[in-house]
């Protein structure tokens, strides 16, 4: 039986916004709560080395296809009931190889890699195992496109790089949450979920291919260590906060690489619901001070969370 997965997917744009979206009428019936797990299967049948925790495979079920894109799945672990903070550190350091060498291959052929995590059934997680996903598109989505001319009027203006100014600003101000050798996170006063967290390295680089691995090791210890903290703050392990991660990054020297957390909870059992303005519309409502919302994130990370 044809299960639509065969059926095109196109970027069409938007000519009134000026920005691409995606038709995907193949992914309406991708599998959702099957009983088998397709991930564990690439276990079952040998096609992932057998010293390997972590490794990437094609969607089956790609909302893009060449030439106008290629789309992947990340698994995080072999194991399918383990969730990605229950990972060590070591672990999680071999999920940014993946994403590192993974993000090389496909930047060499298209405009852009995206790297992305939906996690919790409260904003669509459809498969157990532990995993995210990337999408190399030929065009640049909008939110993309709109920060890199950001970047390019302000060094045109004489001004540097934004995403440094930015960094510069929030390393002494009240809305850091953490910082590190070569990483500092925070709480931006533009966030639109109330626990929105940035993460931007303090050397400028553009992109996941031209991290150190020092930089690289802090960047999974880091994403831990916050996404803990999450759950902390949401009342532990038993009721985990459901989020999204989106990695922003180009090929290109006036880019700064930077991670986007977005914790969909703005308190315990309360969910952050893009509504009618922030759809429609693009205008975002955060419910709180992000001043106030970094000094709780504070306070629960100088504590020791479980699994640390």
């Not at 993000?103 to 405009?111: C, G, I, K, N």
């Not at 995210?132 to 390019?152: F, I």
């Not at 986007?260 to 429609?280: D, G």
Request: hydrophobic residues 40%.
């Amino acid at each position: 039986m044809d299960d639509g997965s065969e059926q095109v997917s196109e970027l069409i744009w938007h000519p009134l916004l000026g920005q691409w979206q995606v038709n995907a009428p193949g992914r309406m019936n991708r599998r959702e709560g099957a009983s088998a797990c397709a991930f564990c299967d690439d276990l079952r049948l040998g096609r992932v080395s057998p010293d390997a925790n972590a490794w990437a495979r094609p969607n089956d079920f790609p909302p893009l296809r060449p030439p106008t894109g290629e789309c992947y799945i990340i698994i995080y672990s072999r194991e399918h009931e383990q969730t990605f903070l229950e990972l060590s550190n070591e672990q999680v350091y071999e999920v940014v190889r993946v994403w590192q060498n993974l993000y090389t291959d496909l930047a060499a052929r298209y405009a852009c890699v995206l790297i992305f995590e939906n996690n919790g059934a409260e904003i669509g997680q459809t498969q157990r195992h532990p995993h995210g996903q990337t999408y190399a598109v030929a065009q640049l989505p909008a939110m993309l496109a709109r920060k890199l001319a950001s970047a390019e009027r302000e060094a045109q203006a004489g001004h540097g790089c934004i995403f440094c100014t930015i960094l510069a600003e929030e390393l002494v101000g009240p809305r850091l949450i953490l910082e590190t050798a070569h990483w500092a996170a925070f709480v931006p006063p533009y966030a639109r979920y109330p626990y929105e967290t940035h993460l931007y390295p303090r050397r400028h680089v553009p992109d996941l291919q031209a991290m150190r691995e020092a930089e690289s090791r802090e960047l999974g210890s880091l994403l831990l260590r916050i996404g803990r903290a999450y759950n902390q703050l949401q009342g532990g392990a038993l009721a985990p906060m459901p989020s999204m991660l989106g990695m922003n990054q180009l090929a290109d020297e006036r880019f700064h690489f930077h991670v986007e957390l977005l914790p969909a909870r703005r308190a315990p059992n309360k969910l952050k619901f893009p509504a009618s303005a922030e759809t429609a519309f693009g205008l975002w409502s955060n419910e709180s001070l992000p001043e106030e919302k970094a000094a709780e994130l504070r306070t629960v990370l100088a504590q020791k969370a479980p699994g640390d």
